[in-house]
């Protein structure tokens, strides 16, 4: 559902996902939005929107006065942290933080055991070696 969502916002918002891993409490991606838009937040609005409104109803948690006063649901944070790459190195520090963090979480113990991100993607494109930072090496 969460891809339906991407997709859905992408059809009518127009972005590229360079890096994407989804945790099972938050989200990192690196974005590229075509050149005279930089507009992040109407996206996230609407893949949050996109979502929440398909989404199980035991997935929403417990709804805060404040958050049934502003009609929002327990899923998404209400806010989110957007960093404008500065360079190449700082995309691929990034980029390579996004991977591993599966692994900095615990959730794994090498990238390549985490299904939810690009990282299988990237090393299709050789980008990435399958065996990068595991510690089966």
Not at 74 to 96: G, L, P, S, V
């Amino acid at each position: 559902m969460l891809r339906d969502a991407f997709r859905y916002v992408k059809s009518s918002h127009p972005f590229i996902i360079d890096a994407i891993a989804i945790l099972p409490e938050h989200i990192h991606c690196i974005w590229t939005l075509p050149a005279t838009d930089n507009d992040f937040s109407t996206r996230w609005r609407l893949i949050k929107g996109y979502f929440t409104r398909r989404c199980q109803q035991q997935y929403r948690g417990e709804i805060s006065a404040s958050r049934f006063d502003k009609r929002e649901q327990a899923i998404w944070q209400r806010r989110f942290w957007e960093h404008q790459i500065q360079d190449e190195r700082d995309f691929t520090n990034h980029f390579d933080y996004i991977h591993y963090n599966p692994v900095k979480h615990k959730l794994v113990r090498s990238p390549q055991d985490w299904q939810f991100s690009s990282f299988h993607h990237h090393v299709g494109q050789g980008i990435y070696q399958l065996d990068w930072h595991s510690d089966e090496s």
